[in-house]
């Protein structure tokens, strides 16, 4: 059974950074992963991505203020955040697509 587990959000102040960790267990190999957020009273929506070949997406919103690494033999993923916004609130969550399997999320908040 794949499980995801994420850690590291918290309260932040604007212009400061986080580093979020995605643990992730139950399957074997490469796999494509995600980041996602939900904002309060806001739809679900993505924020970055990781393909199996290392290949990177990131949303416009945090198009070079967002950084996705992981390390694959550990199966942690890492989703790193700089000159974070009040905007960038949420509860964040990581995901495998093909399994369509998500984490419990994690909340990050961002104060002005």
């Known amino acids: 059974q794949v499980q995801l587990v994420e850690s590291g959000g918290g309260l932040v102040r604007a212009g400061g950074s986080l580093r979020l960790s995605c643990a992730v267990s139950?399957?074997?190999?490469?796999?494509?992963m995600a980041w996602h957020r939900q904002a309060p009273g806001k739809p679900r929506e993505f924020v970055a991505s990781?393909?199996?070949?290392?290949?990177?997406k990131f949303a416009d919103s945090v198009m070079g203020r967002a950084f996705v690494t992981r390390d694959i033999l550990k199966k942690l993923e890492f989703l790193e955040m700089n000159t974070l916004k009040p905007e960038d609130t949420g509860v964040y969550y990581c995901?495998?697509?093909?399994?369509?399997?998500w984490g419990q999320g994690t909340q990050v908040t961002v104060s002005s």
């Open positions: 990781i393909d199996a070949t290392g290949h990177r």
């Open positions: 995901t495998l697509p093909e399994f369509n399997a």
């Open positions: 139950g399957i074997l190999g490469n796999y494509d």
